[in-house]
């Protein structure tokens, strides 16, 4: 009797464990489910410091094109709009900026009111709106650019933004031309705690995406972020295959994708100019994100991007972390690139 009794006790106990367990196992499920799996914080110093070399490069030729001090100086804008070119700012942007300071100064203006102005119209060409919110579920983007510009990464660090959101991400593979993309993508997938779709190297990119967007949809994912192999922008079957890439998108999704992102390098100046205008010519391109920022003298080449082309900067890359991809702030990026203003004109 005392037996039966104790093994009722026993078993009593271990159907309670068994049930606890049960209970955390299914709470901490959920928690990773719906938590964000990083926490970011917004700094102001690292886009200062990633400017830097621009800055250092465009300050010295400004300071000796307009000079120092508070008294007048008389202004060589032929020499101002070579300083601007010389930042990879592009000609025809820098003949633009040079003919609205030419508009409202004279040659009494003060240098300091020359930089002031100089910084307003940077802002303005640069002024955007923020990247669009998620307003389809899912919400597809489409990730692009040659190869090199840190795109892969760039894909990690963008589910890292929507995880830190509570969004639940989907990242697809569909660079399977290079084993590395989907290897990076393992660890970005771990890192932020999103899913990721893969098939083996060398599978059919448009196979890779339609099975991400079918697992997306079943998942009820909240984003789609699609990482394409890194084409070279003058390789017409590759721009072919792009396209083919958001045909089988928009099947499983009428309306996406809702965001195709140009990811460029901005150590490459002038010639992410070029980039961008032919992945323009291809497919429609809703906004780039520029790299790279921490390592060039080059970054006057985002304001050419938005100038000439249009192409809003949606973000920009700042550092390696996490947490160093940055949505871009025209007035922001204007201080950072000129220095701190004494004056708004």
């Known amino acids: 009797?005392?037996?039966?009794?104790?093994?009722?006790?026993?078993?009593?106990?271990?159907?309670?464990?068994?049930?606890?367990?049960?209970?955390?196992?299914?709470?901490?499920?959920?928690?990773?489910?719906?938590?964000?799996?990083?926490?970011?914080?917004?700094d102001q110093q690292p886009l200062r410091r990633s400017l830097l070399a621009t800055r250092r490069a465009l300050a010295g030729r400004l300071e000796a094109?307009?000079?120092?001090?508070?008294?007048?100086?008389?202004?060589?804008?032929?020499?101002?709009?070579?300083?601007?070119?010389a930042s990879d700012v592009g000609r025809t942007t820098a003949e633009l900026l040079v003919q609205a300071i030419r508009d409202r100064a004279g040659p009494a203006t003060e240098a300091?009111?020359?930089?002031?102005?100089?910084?307003?119209?940077?802002?303005?060409?640069?002024?955007?709106?923020?990247?669009?919110?998620?307003?389809?579920?899912?919400?597809?983007?489409l990730v692009l650019?040659?190869?090199?510009?840190?795109?892969?990464?760039?894909?990690?660090?963008?589910?890292g933004l929507h995880r830190a959101a509570g969004r639940r991400v989907v990242i697809v593979a569909a660079d399977t031309f290079r084993a590395a993309a989907i290897d990076q993508l393992v660890v970005w997938a771990d890192r932020t705690g999103a899913d990721l779709v893969r098939h083996a190297s060398g599978a059919d990119p448009a196979a890779v995406v339609f099975d991400g967007m079918r697992a997306a949809i079943a998942r009820g994912?909240?984003?789609?972020?699609?990482?394409?192999?890194?084409?070279?922008?003058?390789?017409?079957?590759?721009?072919?295959?792009?396209?083919?890439?958001?045909?089988?998108?928009?099947?499983e999704s009428p309306g996406a994708p809702h965001e195709v992102l140009l990811v460029l390098d901005a150590t490459t100046g002038q010639n992410a100019l070029s980039q961008a205008q032919t992945f323009k010519e291809a497919t429609e391109?809703?906004?780039?994100?520029?790299?790279?920022?921490?390592?060039?003298?080059?970054?006057?080449?985002?304001l050419a991007v938005r100038?000439?082309?249009?192409?809003?900067?949606?973000?920009?890359?700042?550092?390696?972390?996490?947490?160093?991809?940055?949505?871009?702030?025209?007035d922001e990026f204007a201080t950072a690139l000129l220095g701190e203003e004494a004056e708004r004109p």
């Open 307 to 330: 100038r000439q082309l249009g192409i809003p900067i949606r973000y920009i890359g700042v550092g390696e972390g996490i947490d160093d991809l940055r949505v871009f702030d025209a």
């Open 145 to 159: 650019g040659v190869n090199g510009v840190g795109k892969t990464t760039t894909v990690g660090k963008l589910a």
């Open 221 to 251: 994912a909240d984003v789609v972020l699609v990482d394409t192999a890194g084409r070279l922008h003058t390789r017409i079957p590759l721009v072919e295959e792009l396209r083919k890439l958001r045909r089988v998108i928009a099947r």
């Open 285 to 302: 391109v809703t906004g780039a994100i520029v790299t790279k920022l921490d390592g060039t003298a080059r970054g006057g080449m985002a």
């Open 65 to 85: 094109v307009v000079g120092r001090g508070p008294k007048p100086v008389d202004i060589s804008l032929g020499e101002l709009e070579e300083a601007l070119i």
């Open 1 to 42: 009797m005392e037996t039966e009794v104790l093994l009722g006790l026993v078993a009593a106990l271990v159907a309670g464990a068994a049930t606890l367990v049960t209970v955390v196992w299914r709470r901490r499920r959920r928690s990773a489910s719906a938590a964000p799996a990083v926490s970011l914080t917004r």
């Open 112 to 141: 300091a009111t020359v930089l002031a102005m100089l910084r307003a119209e940077i802002r303005r060409t640069l002024e955007t709106d923020p990247p669009p919110e998620p307003s389809n579920r899912p919400w597809v983007v």
